[in-house]
DNA sequence: GCTTGACCTTCCTGTTGCTGGAAGCCTTAT
DNA sequence: ATAAGGCTTCCAGCAACAGGAAGGTCAAGC
């Protein structure tokens, strides 16, 4: 299938999907006419990819966890060390943002919101120490 | 004061200073050898600049702070709605993030996680709906 | 059989925010 | 005098694509 049909089958877009080829994540065949063409099995790699990044994988990594879904003897701990390192990545990710988040609001909170120009956002990004 | 100093003053990489004088954050003056000279004034900046980049907050939205930051007749009603909004995509990101640590969370919890291939993990990037 | 329009191809550029390195001055200390 | 370190510029590249130009191809309709 032509790769229109696979960037609606896989939910990528067609752009993306050159790109995954150019970086060696699939390697679709080729027809007569030069245009690629997909298998079934490639559509599902492009699906795994999608849903892969989408939960925060980077490309690297998916390459890693594509290696091991062609690997029929890879042993599942693998597999579930790398998720759940990713896991801790996201929890320490989640209280960084949470932290800025306070830190942001507090700001605002305390922040008049008028025409005045003193404003407490500035000062506290000027010369806060938090 | 040399480029070095204000990077430890302002707790920005050298590198970075050359970079936000490229892209005129900033713009300090020059001694007869060459050397950029930085004024106290273009540490605050700098300091300015790591904080706000700390929060979150682009290049492009420090560009509009600090032009805030330099007009003495602002309102700060602006400064309060760029805070406000930025405080509302830290949340966005903040729930993508929660629900996507949950989906990994919940794949890795249902993975045995040893020598057998068969993993829950990978079969589920490859043909889950969630 | 010819045109139209939708697709496909490659190649090049730009994005965001830096970071690293190379080659070559300048300064400071010994 | 010399060596180490800091400063300068410029060039390259990272992630992960997105946009667009220039051109080839294909199927349908008239």
Redesign the interface.
């Known amino acids: 299938m032509k790769i229109g049909d696979a960037a609606q089958r896989s939910g990528l877009p067609a752009k993306t999907i050159r790109y995954y080829e150019e970086i060696e994540l699939v390697a679709p065949a080729r027809g007569a006419n030069g245009y690629r063409d997909y298998s079934d099995n490639d559509v599902?790699r492009l699906?795994?990819l999608r849903?892969?990044r989408?939960?925060?994988f980077s490309v690297a990594e998916c390459r890693a966890?594509l290696s091991?879904?062609d690997d029929?003897?890879?042993?599942?701990?693998d597999?579930?060390?790398m998720?759940?390192a990713?896991?801790g990545e996201?929890?320490a990710?989640?209280a960084e943002?949470?932290s800025?988040?306070d830190?942001?609001?507090r700001?605002?909170a305390t922040?008049?919101?008028?025409?005045?120009?003193?404003?407490?956002?500035?000062e506290g990004?000027?010369?806060?120490t938090s």
Request: with cysteine.
């Open positions: 599902h699906a795994f849903r892969a989408g939960l925060g966890l091991l879904y029929d003897s890879r042993a599942s701990a597999v579930k060390r998720a759940l990713k896991v996201i929890d990710k989640l943002l949470t800025l988040r830190t942001l609001a700001l605002a922040c008049h919101g008028d025409d005045r120009p003193d404003c407490p956002i500035i990004l000027a010369g806060a």
